[in-house]
């Protein structure tokens, strides 16, 4: 099946900068790309998505990319804002599979 | 809509004693999963079902059992505790039958004694 590695598993960040974290799939057939936010004690919720037909989306100050050739996508947060505190899941799927497969989750912490 | 419900929020079990979370969807959608969360591990997919009638394996289904009777209605079954399985668990639907845009319950906070 599918296999998600997520780096780096813990995030520091000043307000205002950037965050990047990033994502590696083994399925070179996988074709759908999900980010998920967690805040403490919360569920998870969808942020943004890609498929594989697309190579960047953004929404506002979040960003994804990907990169088929490298198996890589990564999720990119501008002008970091304390409610950017959270865990970040990514994902991957394969056509037909029915299956999402979650990588290990990012600690974001934004310092004020 | 309520969205996805689950119930109950916490649950302290004995080894060897068996429950059913309860999860349910006011959004008519066909796709239903449980993942569970263990810290460091990210979710993990349990069992997952695209309509009613219809459940397959997860990553890790082992002392799990799932049914779809009804759309809404996508119960896990644990059928004997073990330790092991205290976990956050998860409900999850979805439009899409691929899983996309998953929608999460609250979440089950379990834990096996």
């Known amino acids: 099946g599918e296999n998600v590695e997520q780096h780096p598993s813990t995030l520091s960040v000043q307000e205002g900068d950037s965050a990047v974290i990033k994502c590696t799939y083994s399925?070179?057939?996988?074709?759908?790309f999900p980010w998920y936010k967690q805040e403490l004690g919360k569920r998870p919720q969808l942020i943004i998505d890609i498929r594989s037909n697309v190579g960047e989306k953004k929404d506002q100050r979040i960003a994804v990319t990907l990169n088929k050739t490298a198996k890589h996508f990564s999720l990119h947060i501008t002008e970091t804002q304390p409610e950017d505190s959270a865990v970040y899941f990514c994902a991957a799927s394969t056509p037909n599979d029915y299956k999402l497969s979650f990588g290990a989750g990012t600690t974001v912490t934004v310092r004020a | 809509n309520a969205g996805v419900t689950q119930t109950p929020k916490f649950q302290v079990l004995k080894t060897g004693q068996s429950m059913t979370l309860q999860c349910a969807q006011d959004?008519?959608?066909?796709?239903m999963s449980w993942y569970r969360q263990d810290p460091g591990m990210g979710l993990r997919l349990i069992h997952y079902s695209v309509g009613a009638g219809i459940t397959d394996q997860g990553e890790v289904p082992n002392g799990y059992n799932v049914s779809r009777s009804t759309t809404e209605d996508f119960p896990l079954r644990l059928l004997s505790a073990a330790p092991s399985q205290t976990s956050v668990y998860f409900c999850?639907?979805?439009?899409?039958?691929?899983?996309?845009?998953?929608?999460f319950g609250s979440g089950t906070q379990l834990s096996v004694l």
């Open positions: 959004m008519n959608h066909e796709y």
């Open positions: 399925d070179s057939a996988s074709n759908y």
């Open positions: 999850a639907s979805s439009y899409s039958s691929g899983g996309e845009k998953l929608f």
